[in-house]
């Protein structure tokens, strides 16, 4: 039979008590440990995973379309294959512009009413601190 004898819940309160203590101390232990691996990651090593995360975000791939002639229902063609290429020209890194119109004059077949244009966008160009092209 069960016996209830005071020192006999001191005891077992004591063995409780301290199992209760070790377990406690165990799981303090095992936090620690998890919150400075953590902190290991997050201050030590930064360099080293944000640049692994720049290159997981940025990845380019080039590819080649498909390239013909497109034409409608009737044959009438819609799109073709030529070539359109932009010159971008900033008035600030251009030191003299009228050596570079005549430049470009004998390069890509300016007209002169065209050049007149662009000196006239240039001025504009200038008023308002714009990039301008043609």
Same mark, same amino acid.
């Given at each position: $039979?069960l016996?209830f004898? *005071?020192?006999?819940?001191? *005891?077992k309160?004591r063995t409780?008590g301290?199992? $209760?203590?070790?377990?406690?101390?165990?799981?303090?232990?095992?936090?620690? %440990?998890?919150f %400075?691996?953590?902190a290991?990651l997050?201050?030590n090593?930064?360099?080293k995973?944000?640049s692994l995360a720049d290159?997981?975000?940025f990845r380019?791939t080039?590819?080649?379309p498909p390239?013909g002639?497109? /034409?409608d229902?009737? #044959?009438?063609e819609?799109?073709?294959?030529t070539?359109?290429?932009?010159?971008?020209?900033? +008035?600030?890194?251009? +030191?003299?512009?009228?050596?570079?119109l005549?430049?470009?004059?004998?390069?890509? %077949?300016?007209s002169?009413?065209k050049?007149?244009l662009i000196?006239? /966008?240039n001025f /504009?160009a200038? /008023? $308002? #601190?714009n990039?301008y092209?043609?």
């Open positions: $039979m016996s004898n *005071s020192s006999n819940i001191a *005891s309160t409780i301290r199992r $209760m203590f070790l377990l406690n101390s165990i799981k303090a232990v095992v936090i620690l %440990g998890i %400075g691996r953590l290991t997050q201050i090593e930064v360099t995973y944000r290159k997981n975000r380019e080039k590819f080649a390239r002639i497109i /034409k229902y009737f #044959g009438t819609i799109a073709s294959n070539k359109i290429y932009q010159l971008h020209i900033t +008035p600030e890194n251009t +030191p003299n512009i009228d050596s570079l005549t430049r470009l004059k004998s390069l890509i %077949g300016l002169d009413r050049i007149f000196k006239k /966008k /504009k200038k /008023k $308002m #601190g990039i092209y043609f």
